[in-house]
């Protein structure tokens, strides 16, 4: 099949965007499908000039203008076939206060959670216990807080973080394990626990410094839970509206599972979370860009 895959992108996720979508453009290609790469820069001259050559596009592109329905909306207007969530449903679920509002409606539990600006953060009630502070329009943990010693806050960090970005979304913490639940189609796979350095959490530094463990299928959890976790996962991409595949972020604290936030393009590199489910459950790289080129078509 003649197939595009556009990578890069506008967002700080620009790098590993670009390592997700060469991985998948390579997996096509090796899947037998003749299979264009194109290094999207947020402008549309080329992509207007050229989608008519491809019968389906696969945009790996994470963050701003690739989760959040902008490249998804533009597809959309041209009546191309694509891979992923569509542009309504990436705004809502690439906006984590959309998304904790629409789950909470659903009876899904998630962290106590509100926008907020540098003002009223120190007298808020949730800032004065262990909390999150993070972009509700970003992913990758990338301009993430994550206190859990009280008293410890970085105030010239707090400062830098709200003068970039305005307002944060405020969450209680949860403390418990985290997981993660690839979520593809028509197949099951196994979920992931996620285990940072000791006495650390699972923030942007330890995404990428190879000092996470990420344990598939998790060795200390007992069947009828991950069976749970991974059904509460299905469950929530289709709360969202989510399509084809998507990643859901739970911690599991002693009073039961809360959804931290989906992913609608997971990484896909060859170190990512979703490609490592997957591979476990017997899909190679290859086979994974081929199911989904086919799923898009049905």
Same mark, same amino acid.
């Given at each position: ?45 080329? #992509? =207007? /000039?050229?989608?008519?050559?491809? *019968?389906?596009?696969? %945009?790996? @592109?994470? &963050? ?105 979304? #405020? =969450? /209680?913490?949860?403390?418990?394990? *985290?997981?993660?639940? %690839?979520? @593809?189609? &028509? ?112």
């Amino acid at each position: 099949m003649k197939a595009l895959v556009i990578g890069g992108g506008i967002s700080d996720e620009r790098e590993i965007a670009l390592k997700s979508s060469e991985s998948v453009h390579k997996a096509a290609i090796a899947a037998g499908h003749d299979c264009d790469f194109y290094d999207w820069n947020g402008e549309w001259e080329w #992509l =207007e /000039e050229n989608l008519s050559n491809y *019968e389906v596009v696969f %945009p790996v @592109l994470h &963050g701003e203008g690739g989760e959040d329905g902008h490249i998804q909306e533009f597809l959309e207007s041209k009546g191309v076939k694509f891979i992923g969530t569509k542009s309504k449903e990436s705004k809502i679920c690439f906006d984590k206060t959309a998304t904790i509002n629409v789950l909470a409606e659903n009876n899904i539990s998630v962290p106590k959670g509100k926008l907020i600006d540098i003002e009223s953060y120190y007298d808020d009630e949730v800032a004065k216990l262990p909390h999150v502070l993070k972009p509700f329009d970003g992913g990758s943990t990338i301009d993430s807080l994550i206190n859990i010693k009280l008293g410890e806050v970085d105030d010239e960090l707090v400062k830098s973080l709200f003068k970039k970005h305005k307002k944060l979304l #405020l =969450e /209680e913490f949860i403390e418990g394990p *985290e997981y993660t639940v %690839p979520i @593809l189609e &028509g197949k099951d796979l196994p979920i992931i626990e996620i285990i940072p350095p000791a006495g650390e959490t699972f923030d942007f530094k330890n995404k990428y410094n190879g000092k996470t463990k990420e344990i598939c299928p998790p060795e200390g959890l007992n069947k009828d839970t991950q069976v749970m976790l991974a059904e509460l996962g299905k469950k929530v991409h289709n709360i969202l509206g989510c399509r084809h595949f998507s990643r859901v972020d739970i911690i599991l604290s002693e009073t039961g599972p809360y959804i931290l936030e989906i992913n609608t393009i997971p990484g896909m590199t060859n170190e990512s979370l979703f490609p490592k489910a997957a591979q476990v459950a017997g899909l190679e790289m290859p086979e994974l860009v081929d199911y989904l080129i086919k799923l898009s078509q049905q």
